[in-house]
């Protein structure tokens, strides 16, 4: 069962990981994309998959299926910043001429390793982003972006590395739009996030760099039933553990963590009142970062530095109730 094996959505190949407990689908060719892990012991989508049919949409918005990646993720205002003395101008691809979520859409990676031991089985892909002339044109720092999927029995590990490859600093950022499935029962459901406030943002939903009191949200760091829950919501962990419990009422769910020294945000988005989903995802860096004015202990922006590789890790590790573990 720890293996890896190939597959097609829409003529492109997928690679899946194997365990007893689940089955992790990879689309390396088009963004990198999980878009989906299939729970053999509950039989169940985790979650929110794109269908054959959706290609048309998927290669607008890759971003609504699976573990899309976000670099960087959410608004920059206008799409533009200076850094280092650097001038950057993304793409204008949201209202109010902002930009939304990254240069990472539906770029071709590389797979450049496979491996499947007595534990489990893991797949290593990669993406130079000199290849690519529009990246390059509104992020000039070539950079080598390499992930390895690791799945070992209920436990999906996610590992990032990130080299800098040009000769001038740049500022960095990735986060992660999970798309958990909720079955359409949101009552069944709670969610715990340890977390200490709520980012405020301005009518362009663009971060002000000041935070509020959670207050009902107070609950998340105990457990909150998603019934009637309507998030877009930009939260600050502010040192508490980086890590997300989502946790039907028999006792079945999961615990999505991440590395605490470059993840400081999360965002929680349902897209209207909680009902078939809700997108837990982890951020490391405040959106809009470089023009907050903020220092990057509080925005979590990175300073990469030429020749410096950056390391981080995610973690997705399910839960089943005792009779079934």
Known sequence: MKKVTKGQWNGYDTYILHSRELEVTLLPRLGNNVIRIWDHIQQRDVLRRPEESDLDFYLQKPYH???????????IRRGHFTYAGEEYQFDRNTANDNHIHGLHRTQAWRVSDIDEDDEGCAITTEFITSDDANWMRQFPV?????????????SLKQTFKVSHLGDRPAPFGLGLHTWFLLDGEPEQWKLKLPVSGIYTSDQELIPTGKTAPLGDLEALNEGLNL???????????????????????DGYGLRYSADAEYFKHWVLYTKGEANQFLCIEPYTWLPDAPNTGLAPSETGLIDLQPGQQLELNVHLDMIYPTEES
Request: a positive charge.
């Open 65 to 75: 299926f699976g573990i899309p990646l976000l670099i960087p993720p959410g608004r």
């Open 142 to 154: 070539p950079l080598k972006l390499e992930m390895t999927l690791r799945l070992q029995g209920s």
């Open 227 to 249: 019934k009637g829950t309507n998030f877009d919501t930009l939260l600050h962990i502010g040192g508490k553990p980086v890590e997300a419990d989502l946790i039907r009422g």
